[in-house]
């Protein structure tokens, strides 16, 4: 007998981070379409993921990823997308390899067994703070 386990894909964990400050905490159930959210409620609104909101659908995370993600009617996104490895336009696939990190801000994204700082993932920020990096 077929295992169907293996075909359910597990929770995905994340943490929403300002700097290197954890702001909220999201795990997205894919069996039983559910989110559990944490949001620190003494940051700014305008930095967290789903600001007033008191249930979070699955909808609003992927909504949430396609903000942080480069723009789907970019000029040659199919190039970008392909220098990122990545065959077709899939905000949670497109925040994996970016981090959901803008220039714009500080807030970045940093997923379950990741041990990353600020530094390792914004270029903004690193060269702000004289630091090189191979990953840029």
Request: aromatic share 12%; proline share 6%.
């Amino acid at each position: 007998m077929m295992d169907i386990n293996k075909f359910i894909a597990p929770p995905l964990q994340f943490e929403v981070l300002e700097h290197d400050r954890v702001i909220a905490k999201v795990k997205l159930h894919y069996m039983n379409q559910t989110v559990e959210v944490w949001q620190d409620d003494t940051v700014e609104p305008v930095f967290l993921p789903f600001p007033g909101k008191s249930k979070v659908l699955v909808s609003d995370v992927l909504d949430y990823f396609e903000s942080r993600c480069v723009p789907r009617t970019r000029h040659h996104i199919d190039k970008i997308l392909q220098s990122m490895g990545l065959q077709e336009y899939v905000p949670t696939d497109i925040v994996k390899k970016t981090h959901g990190v803008l220039y714009d801000d500080y807030v970045w994204i940093r997923f379950a067994g990741e041990e990353l700082n600020c530094t390792d993932v914004h270029p903004r920020y690193a060269s702000e703070q004289g630091i090189s990096s191979d990953l840029y």
